[in-house]
């Protein structure tokens, strides 16, 4: 499984970005996927992630700003960020769920749990100044 983020940059306060994660490897149509990001020092912050139904879920911090979205072969997910604010700035993460913890979740619904995702990419960097 690979996961490979790209679209992460410096932007000024109020605009946008888009992140984008290609995934290879695995067919991740019926996994749960989504986006992380972690700050310096500290913990993994879940953002987003979407169902195989398309249904999604946001962390509050982001919600009416950030758009997860994933391409008709759902091999590339997607992170729109508007409105992006200082305090967004850091390293962003795609995340997979796979077919271990897939079977496990059952119908549960996807979670913004790192506890969830056993597969990471890299991260890309996302900067917001005043």
């Known amino acids: 499984v690979q996961l490979v983020e790209s679209g992460g940059g410096s932007v000024q306060a109020g605009e946008s970005l888009r992140l984008s994660c290609v995934a290879s490897?695995?067919?991740?149509?019926?996994?749960?996927m989504g986006w992380f990001r972690q700050f310096p020092g500290d913990q993994r912050e879940g953002l987003a992630v979407?169902?195989?139904?398309?249904?999604?879920y946001y962390a509050a911090s982001v919600e009416g700003r950030f758009t997860i979205s994933q391409d008709n072969n759902m091999q590339t997910l997607y992170l729109h960020m508007n409105s992006l604010k200082p305090e967004d700035s850091a390293l962003y993460y795609c995340?997979?769920?796979?077919?271990?913890?897939?079977?496990?979740?059952?119908?549960?619904?996807?979670?913004?749990?790192?506890?969830?995702?056993?597969?990471w990419g890299q991260g890309t960097q996302v900067t917001v100044s005043s």
């Open positions: 979407v169902a195989s139904d398309g249904t999604t």
């Open positions: 490897g695995f067919t991740p149509s019926r996994y749960c």
């Open positions: 995340v997979a769920e796979g077919p271990d913890l897939w079977i496990k979740r059952g119908a549960q619904p996807c979670s913004l749990s790192a506890d969830g995702f056993p597969y």
